[in-house]
Protein backbone atom coordinates (compact mmCIF):
# COMPACT_ATOMS: atom_id res chain seq x y z
CA UNK A 1 0.00 0.00 0.00
CA UNK A 2 1.45 3.59 -0.91
CA UNK A 3 1.14 5.78 1.56
CA UNK A 4 -0.20 9.28 0.17
CA UNK A 5 1.98 12.39 0.18
CA UNK A 6 1.34 14.90 2.53
CA UNK A 7 -0.10 18.22 1.03
CA UNK A 8 2.42 20.85 2.56
CA UNK A 9 0.35 24.31 1.87
CA UNK A 10 -0.83 25.21 5.23
CA UNK A 11 -3.16 28.42 5.72
CA UNK A 12 -0.13 30.31 6.21
CA UNK A 13 1.25 29.84 3.03
CA UNK A 14 -2.41 30.74 1.51
CA UNK A 15 -1.84 33.95 3.25
CA UNK A 16 1.87 33.96 2.17
CA UNK A 17 0.75 33.86 -1.09
CA UNK A 18 -1.59 36.45 -1.17
CA UNK A 19 0.39 38.80 0.09
CA UNK A 20 3.10 38.49 -2.15
CA UNK A 21 0.18 38.79 -4.97
CA UNK A 22 -0.40 41.72 -3.03
CA UNK A 23 2.91 43.33 -3.53
CA UNK A 24 2.73 43.24 -7.01
CA UNK A 25 0.39 46.62 -7.01
CA UNK A 26 -2.03 45.24 -9.50
CA UNK A 27 -4.72 44.47 -7.54
CA UNK A 28 -6.84 47.27 -8.95
CA UNK A 29 -6.18 45.87 -12.67
CA UNK A 30 -6.53 41.69 -11.94
CA UNK A 31 -7.76 39.30 -9.67
CA UNK A 32 -6.00 36.16 -9.23
CA UNK A 33 -8.52 32.76 -9.13
CA UNK A 34 -6.35 29.75 -6.83
CA UNK A 35 -6.55 27.05 -8.87
CA UNK A 36 -7.58 23.74 -7.99
CA UNK A 37 -4.23 21.54 -6.93
CA UNK A 38 -4.61 19.24 -9.63
CA UNK A 39 -3.62 22.14 -12.12
CA UNK A 40 -0.11 22.42 -10.00
CA UNK A 41 -0.09 25.88 -10.05
CA UNK A 42 -1.22 28.43 -7.60
CA UNK A 43 -3.38 30.98 -9.70
CA UNK A 44 -5.03 32.35 -12.83
CA UNK A 45 -4.78 35.59 -13.42
CA UNK A 46 -7.84 37.34 -14.99
CA UNK A 47 -8.57 41.39 -15.71
CA UNK A 48 -10.57 42.51 -12.64
CA UNK A 49 -14.62 42.95 -13.29
CA UNK A 50 -17.03 44.58 -11.40
CA UNK A 51 -18.10 42.50 -8.59
CA UNK A 52 -15.40 40.35 -8.52
CA UNK A 53 -17.27 38.11 -10.87
CA UNK A 54 -14.35 35.50 -11.93
CA UNK A 55 -17.21 32.91 -13.93
CA UNK A 56 -16.28 32.95 -17.82
CA UNK A 57 -13.36 35.86 -17.49
CA UNK A 58 -10.62 35.61 -19.72
CA UNK A 59 -7.29 34.17 -18.41
CA UNK A 60 -4.66 36.20 -19.55
CA UNK A 61 -1.86 33.98 -17.37
CA UNK A 62 -1.14 31.04 -14.98
CA UNK A 63 0.95 32.02 -11.86
CA UNK A 64 2.99 30.53 -9.46
CA UNK A 65 3.84 32.02 -6.50
CA UNK A 66 7.01 31.17 -3.69
CA UNK A 67 7.99 32.84 -0.60
CA UNK A 68 11.99 33.03 0.28
CA UNK A 69 13.01 33.24 3.79
CA UNK A 70 16.18 35.02 2.92
CA UNK A 71 16.78 38.74 0.71
CA UNK A 72 16.99 38.21 -2.59
CA UNK A 73 20.09 39.52 -3.30
CA UNK A 74 21.82 36.70 -0.24
CA UNK A 75 22.10 34.25 -3.49
CA UNK A 76 22.82 35.42 -6.66
CA UNK A 77 20.15 31.97 -7.92
CA UNK A 78 17.02 30.66 -7.70
CA UNK A 79 15.44 27.03 -7.80
CA UNK A 80 12.90 25.49 -7.87
CA UNK A 81 11.39 22.10 -9.07
CA UNK A 82 11.90 21.27 -12.47
CA UNK A 83 8.52 19.02 -12.21
CA UNK A 84 6.74 22.72 -10.93
CA UNK A 85 7.57 24.07 -14.23
CA UNK A 86 7.07 21.47 -16.86
CA UNK A 87 3.56 21.60 -15.98
CA UNK A 88 3.21 25.27 -15.97
CA UNK A 89 5.54 25.35 -19.23
CA UNK A 90 3.10 22.50 -20.82
CA UNK A 91 0.10 24.61 -19.53
CA UNK A 92 1.19 27.67 -21.49
CA UNK A 93 1.63 25.76 -24.34
CA UNK A 94 -1.69 23.99 -24.30
CA UNK A 95 -3.56 27.34 -23.80
CA UNK A 96 -1.23 29.67 -25.32
CA UNK A 97 -1.19 32.16 -22.19
CA UNK A 98 1.87 32.91 -20.16
CA UNK A 99 3.40 31.15 -16.94
CA UNK A 100 4.21 33.90 -14.34
CA UNK A 101 6.02 33.06 -11.37
CA UNK A 102 6.21 34.95 -8.87
CA UNK A 103 8.72 35.67 -5.72
CA UNK A 104 8.49 37.30 -2.62
CA UNK A 105 12.20 37.45 -0.32
CA UNK A 106 12.12 39.66 2.65
CA UNK A 107 13.40 42.75 1.15
CA UNK A 108 11.58 43.01 -2.12
CA UNK A 109 8.87 41.10 -4.56
CA UNK A 110 9.90 40.29 -8.27
CA UNK A 111 9.04 38.11 -11.16
CA UNK A 112 9.52 36.85 -14.79
CA UNK A 113 7.74 35.04 -17.83
CA UNK A 114 9.34 31.70 -16.92
CA UNK A 115 9.34 31.08 -20.85
CA UNK A 116 11.58 33.71 -21.07
CA UNK A 117 14.43 32.31 -18.67
CA UNK A 118 17.35 30.78 -19.37
CA UNK A 119 17.02 27.73 -17.12
CA UNK A 120 19.72 25.46 -15.71
CA UNK A 121 18.78 21.66 -14.50
CA UNK A 122 20.91 20.34 -11.46
CA UNK A 123 19.45 17.88 -8.66
CA UNK A 124 18.61 19.65 -5.38
CA UNK A 125 15.97 20.28 -3.43
CA UNK A 126 14.75 20.92 -0.33
CA UNK A 127 18.43 19.26 1.87
CA UNK A 128 18.38 21.07 5.23
CA UNK A 129 14.91 20.96 6.55
CA UNK A 130 13.77 17.61 4.10
CA UNK A 131 10.08 16.66 5.03
CA UNK A 132 10.58 13.40 3.00
CA UNK A 133 12.27 11.93 0.19
CA UNK A 134 10.64 13.60 -2.80
CA UNK A 135 12.53 16.50 -1.65
CA UNK A 136 15.50 15.81 -3.95
CA UNK A 137 14.62 16.08 -6.80
CA UNK A 138 15.44 17.45 -10.49
CA UNK A 139 15.65 21.53 -10.34
CA UNK A 140 15.58 24.64 -12.17
CA UNK A 141 18.00 26.99 -11.80
CA UNK A 142 18.52 30.50 -12.96
CA UNK A 143 20.34 33.70 -12.56
CA UNK A 144 17.87 36.02 -10.66
CA UNK A 145 19.70 39.06 -11.66
CA UNK A 146 19.39 38.34 -15.25
CA UNK A 147 15.82 36.82 -15.05
CA UNK A 148 13.43 38.56 -12.27
CA UNK A 149 12.53 42.18 -12.36
CA UNK A 150 10.23 44.32 -10.19
CA UNK A 151 6.36 43.99 -10.60
CA UNK A 152 6.63 47.49 -12.10
CA UNK A 153 9.31 46.87 -14.52
CA UNK A 154 7.23 43.71 -15.47
CA UNK A 155 3.35 45.30 -15.92
CA UNK A 156 4.75 48.33 -17.18
CA UNK A 157 7.18 46.86 -20.28
CA UNK A 158 5.80 48.38 -24.02
CA UNK A 159 4.23 51.44 -22.39
CA UNK A 160 7.11 53.65 -23.26
CA UNK A 161 7.90 51.86 -26.30
Known amino acids: ????????????????????????????????????????????????RAGGQWFGANILAFVEVKNRSGKSTDK???????????????LCRATQKP?????????????????EVDWRVQMGGRVKSRRDAADVEPMMTCDIESSFVTPKAFFNRGENE
Open 99 to 115: FLLVVRWKNETLMCNVS
Open 76 to 90: NEFSISALKITHGLL
Open 1 to 48: MVTPRKNFESKTDRDNEMSALDALGVSDKYDFCKLPISYRLDFAMIRK
